[in-house]
Nanobody
């Protein structure tokens, strides 16, 4: 039974910061690539950031320099630090474990202008 639980979303003003967390259970966390996706109304779900087992990272162009993905294998948790937030970052953010294609329930991030 695999569970991914996101937390840390909320309402923030443009220019502000949030840190999202995704706690995983039921998987060997250190074995899997972890992703953060987001989906805004009327848009496709898009990959925001990715962190591999070896710590290598990938970021969408739209968030480079502003977002940082990290993982703590001892805590079975992946994080997304979001700085300099923009209204266009408003979306539901989902974490995903690549091994098995497991998704969390999502957490809402709303950035006001």
């Amino acid at each position: 039974q695999v569970h991914l639980v996101e937390s840390g979303g909320g309402l923030v003003q443009a220019g502000g910061s949030l840190r999202l967390s995704c706690a995983a259970s039921g998987i060997i966390f250190s074995f899997t690539v972890m992703d953060w996706y987001r989906q805004a109304p009327g848009k496709q779900r898009e990959l925001v950031a990715q962190i591999a087992n070896d710590g290598s990272t990938f970021y969408a162009d739209s968030v480079k320099g502003r977002f940082t993905i990290s993982r703590d294998n001892a805590k079975n948790t992946v994080y997304l630090q979001m700085n300099s937030l923009k209204p266009e970052d408003t979306a539901v953010y989902y974490c995903k474990a690549e091994l098995g294609n497991h998704w969390g329930q999502g957490t809402q991030v709303t950035v006001s202008s």
